[in-house]
């Protein structure tokens, strides 16, 4: 499993982004996918997850309803459409892994500790 994140950047508050996760293996549809972001000076912390084929999607509460996690397993990518975005939201965010062929919960997925692979991060700005 190789991540690849992509799609960070500057951008105004209120404003949008989408970020991509590529994984160059030819396994992504075996593995629930996730999206954590670390600020300065904080810890990282959990953003969104989906399920194996998108049935299932897990958000922070900071992020529900502005955030949206999708996957297309055709193109073994997963996505982070970011949108009403706020200063709070600035941080590098990463895009995780979690090999496990069976459900686990929410409570797991939302654990940087359930994942075993991670990409290499994007940084997502926001100006006030």
């Known amino acids: 499993v190789q991540l690849q994140a992509s799609g960070g950047g500057l951008v105004q508050a209120g404003g949008s982004l989408r970020l991509s996760c590529a994984d160059s293996?030819?396994?992504?549809?075996?593995?629930?996918m996730g999206w954590f972001r670390q600020a300065p000076g904080k810890e990282r912390e959990f953003v969104a997850a989906?399920?194996?084929?998108?049935?299932?999607?897990y958000y922070a509460d900071s992020v529900k309803g502005r955030f949206t996690i999708s996957r297309d397993n055709a193109k073994n990518t997963v996505y982070l459409q970011m949108n009403s975005l706020k200063p709070e939201d600035t941080a590098v965010y990463y895009c995780?892994?979690?090999?496990?062929?069976?459900?686990?919960?929410?409570?797991?997925?939302?654990?940087?500790?359930?994942?075993?692979?991670w990409g290499q991060g994007t940084q997502v700005t926001v100006s006030s």
């Open positions: 989906i399920t194996w084929s998108g049935g299932s999607t």
């Open positions: 293996g030819r396994t992504f549809s075996w593995y629930v």
């Open positions: 995780a892994a979690d090999p496990r062929t069976y459900y686990r919960g929410t409570y797991y997925y939302a654990s940087d500790a359930e994942y075993d692979y």
